[in-house]
């Protein structure tokens, strides 16, 4: 197993994609040294030359050796530490968590903004389609406790992160996305992945998160008026 000097993540305190890294380095037990950058403020140089691309957290180093995008990192830290394994050994398994982790960020996350970032009727219509895409997300359970089953795998780490920003959005909009009576597996997912001890502690405090992203916001409807 690597020493922490040998692992380092550059990250936000406020970025989910950089907490599902969190969360895998700690199932897997793997210590590691946190940079915290400063978002949205100033990026660092070091940030900057370690993901020159998309100029943007998480970015893993390893051995001096930059992995950039949230994704990517999860399945070299899985193949790197084999110990407690995210991914399933069956090839189909495999390539299905992998699709409901892309699902997640490709559809869900996005619709989950257009509820963030709009008003009135434009809003109203990005609900249903968010709730739609979630509901599609919760068809990937098949009724089960986790993705993984009894366990959590690599599309619990991977799509984790949707339960709490859901909420986010919830609060701070007024809408509701996820729901037990329209929702009762993907709602109860949520609440037990989060639940768990070594994904609760990684959690960012509720009140901080919602200031964070409610300052977010606000700045982005007044850059439109």
């Known amino acids: 197993m690597a020493d922490g000097g040998e692992v380092k993540l550059h990250g936000?305190?406020?970025?989910?994609?950089a907490l599902r890294v969190i969360w895998a380095l700690k199932l897997k037990q793997v210590p590691y040294?946190?940079?915290?950058?400063?978002?949205?403020?100033?990026?660092?140089?070091?940030?900057?030359?370690?993901?020159p691309v998309h100029k943007k957290v998480p970015v893993l180093v390893h051995h001096g050796k930059p992995i950039p995008e949230s994704l990517v990192i999860l399945e070299y830290i899985d193949e790197t530490w084999k110990q407690s394994p995210l991914l399933p050994q069956d090839p189909y398994e495999r390539a299905r968590v992998r699709f409901w982790a892309k699902f997640a960020d490709e559809k869900c996350?996005?619709?989950m903004k257009a509820v963030f970032?709009?008003?009135g009727e434009e809003q109203q219509k990005a609900v249903l389609e968010?709730?739609?895409?979630?509901k599609t997300l919760e068809s990937g359970l098949e009724g089960k406790l986790f993705f993984g089953g009894e366990?959590?795998?690599?599309a619990d780490v991977a799509t984790g992160y949707i339960g709490c920003w859901a909420r986010i959005v919830e609060e701070i909009t007024g809408t509701t996305l996820i729901d037990a009576e329209s929702m009762p597996s993907l709602d109860a997912w949520s609440k037990r992945f989060l639940e768990l001890p070594?994904?609760?502690?990684?959690?960012p405090p509720?009140?901080?998160?919602?200031?964070?992203?409610?300052?977010?916001?606000?700045?982005?409807?007044?850059s439109l008026k």
């Open 206 to 222: 509720w009140d901080k998160l919602i200031e964070l992203n409610s300052g977010f916001l606000q700045k982005y409807l007044a």
């Open 12 to 17: 936000f305190w406020g970025s989910p994609y």
């Open 130 to 134: 968010a709730r739609e895409t979630l």
């Open 198 to 203: 070594v994904i609760k502690e990684c959690v």
């Open 117 to 119: 970032c709009t008003e």
């Open 33 to 51: 040294d946190y940079l915290e950058e400063d978002l949205p403020n100033k990026k660092s140089s070091l940030l900057l030359q370690y993901n």
């Open 151 to 154: 366990t959590i795998n690599f």
């Open 109 to 111: 996350m996005p619709a």
